[in-house]
């Protein structure tokens, strides 16, 4: 049974549309991301307590440079769905100041006009250092974004790299941003990012045409060189990786990509692979949050907390193997 305010928490997030709702969701996801034992212990409570609401949204990772146009296109997307009848909730990953750990960009006020309708929640957080470019509770906030009745969920991560592909681990769909003049084509066509891709979009595409064309071709020979996720061509049941260009700043070919969407998501339902992906990455995330709650219980470790600055100064002066130190410090936890 869940404290009085708690429960008023949930009520408000899997109540009515608006504003009320809106800063339930915002209160529960700070609860989240929250590093308070109690905080945590609570937000445990109620994020369990959500979770039969959860799961009903479509999740589409959107990835990219810097300078692809990541903000411009998401807001032009989500005000076309939300035009066509849809409620989205964008959560974007800024990349930390150094500093104060805050977000150094606002996604708020890169996307003015989708932050301002009824039927969108933007959330920005900081990444924080975490690897794959998302903040640690993203998955923990799709939920309640989910709960609360968006049925299309938008994770923008802080750039793409070959560590910088953790969205496509969470999300059902993996969309891959890029420029028509990206230079160096080998740096534009990233073998780790590619083959995670679902959909490569060029955007930017009014800019110069023939360089958008160009770079269509070039990508799409390299899907085919990548094998496509391991897809026989000619099997029409399963979805095969596609290259398309828009131009969002002028929306511009939105119509045409939530189409591809959409076709992916049917094909993904009826072939079983989009429930078979959610349950792989549930797992993954179970395993992730066992990892880091290892590797937080060993830093706080009584033991270890008192030995760490002796080894680590033994480590840094030759006089004691890194694998060795790393041994007698697991050793404390037995």
Same mark, same amino acid.
């Given at each position: 049974?869940? %404290?009085?305010?708690?429960?008023?928490?949930?009520?408000?997030?899997?109540?009515?549309?608006?504003?009320?709702?809106?800063?339930?969701?915002?209160?529960?996801?700070?609860?989240?991301?929250?590093?308070?034992?109690?905080?945590?212990?609570?937000?445990?409570? $109620?994020?369990?307590?959500?979770?039969? !609401?959860?799961?009903?949204?479509?999740?589409?990772?959107?990835?990219?440079?810097?300078?692809?146009? +990541?903000?411009?296109?998401?807001?032009?997307?989500?005000?076309?769905?939300?035009?066509? /009848?849809?409620?989205?909730?964008?959560?974007?990953?800024?990349?930390?100041?150094?500093?104060?750990?805050?977000?150094?960009?606002?996604? +708020?006020?890169?996307?003015?006009?989708?932050?301002?309708?009824?039927?969108?929640?933007?959330?920005?957080? %900081?990444?924080?250092?975490?690897?794959?470019?998302?903040?640690?509770?993203?998955?923990?906030?799709?939920?309640?974004?989910?709960?609360?009745?968006?049925?299309?969920?938008? $994770?923008?991560?802080?750039?793409?790299?070959?560590?910088?592909?953790?969205?496509? /681990?969470?999300?059902?769909?993996?969309?891959?941003?890029?420029?028509?003049? =990206?230079?160096?084509?080998?740096?534009?066509? !990233?073998?780790?990012?590619?083959?995670?891709? @679902?959909?490569?979009?060029?955007? +930017?595409?009014?800019?110069?045409?023939?360089?958008?064309?160009?770079?269509?071709?070039?990508?799409?020979?390299?899907?085919?060189?990548?094998?496509?996720?391991?897809?026989?061509?000619?099997?029409?049941?399963?979805?095969? %990786?596609?290259?398309?260009?828009?131009?969002?700043? +002028?929306?511009?070919?939105?119509?045409?990509?939530?189409?591809? $969407?959409?076709?992916?998501?049917?094909?993904?339902?009826?072939?079983?692979?989009?429930?078979?992906?959610?349950?792989?990455? @549930?797992?993954?995330?179970?395993?992730?949050?066992?990892? =880091?709650?290892? !590797?937080?219980?060993?830093?706080?470790? %009584?033991? $270890?907390?008192?030995?760490?600055?002796?080894?680590?100064?033994?480590?840094?002066?030759?006089?004691?193997?890194?694998?060795?130190?790393?041994?007698?410090?697991?050793?404390?936890?037995?």
């Amino acid at each position: 049974m869940l %404290p009085t305010a708690d429960q008023a928490l949930v009520d408000a997030v899997i109540g009515a549309p608006g504003p009320a709702q809106r800063r339930a969701i915002a209160k529960t996801i700070t609860l989240l991301e929250s590093s308070r034992d109690d905080h945590r212990r609570r937000a445990d409570e $109620v994020l369990n307590t959500l979770l039969p !609401k959860s799961g009903r949204s479509f999740r589409l990772g959107i990835s990219g440079v810097p300078g692809v146009g +990541k903000s411009t296109f998401i807001e032009a997307l989500g005000l076309y769905l939300i035009g066509q /009848g849809h409620r989205v909730a964008v959560l974007a990953i800024d990349p930390s100041s150094s500093v104060s750990g805050g977000s150094i960009l606002g996604d +708020k006020t890169r996307m003015e006009m989708l932050s301002v309708n009824e039927n969108a929640f933007i959330r920005p957080s %900081p990444a924080s250092g975490t690897l794959g470019g998302v903040a640690e509770r993203t998955r923990e906030s799709m939920l309640v974004a989910e709960a609360a009745g968006y049925d299309v969920v938008i $994770v923008e991560t802080v750039g793409v790299g070959q560590s910088e592909t953790a969205v496509s /681990g969470m999300t059902d769909m993996f969309v891959l941003l890029q420029l028509p003049n =990206a230079g160096d084509d080998l740096q534009a066509i !990233k073998k780790g990012v590619m083959e995670l891709a @679902d959909l490569v979009v060029i955007n +930017k595409a009014d800019l110069d045409e023939a360089a958008a064309t160009r770079a269509r071709a070039q990508i799409t020979s390299a899907l085919r060189l990548f094998g496509q996720h391991g897809n026989a061509m000619h099997d029409q049941s399963l979805w095969h %990786p596609q290259v398309m260009q828009l131009s969002a700043l +002028k929306s511009q070919g939105l119509p045409e990509f939530w189409a591809q $969407v959409s076709r992916f998501r049917e094909l993904q339902t009826a072939n079983g692979r989009l429930a078979a992906r959610r349950h792989a990455q @549930d797992q993954a995330w179970m395993w992730e949050r066992i990892e =880091a709650g290892l !590797k937080n219980r060993f830093r706080h470790h %009584p033991g $270890v907390r008192d030995m760490l600055p002796a080894v680590t100064a033994e480590v840094r002066a030759g006089r004691l193997a890194a694998s060795v130190a790393a041994r007698r410090l697991l050793d404390l936890m037995n």
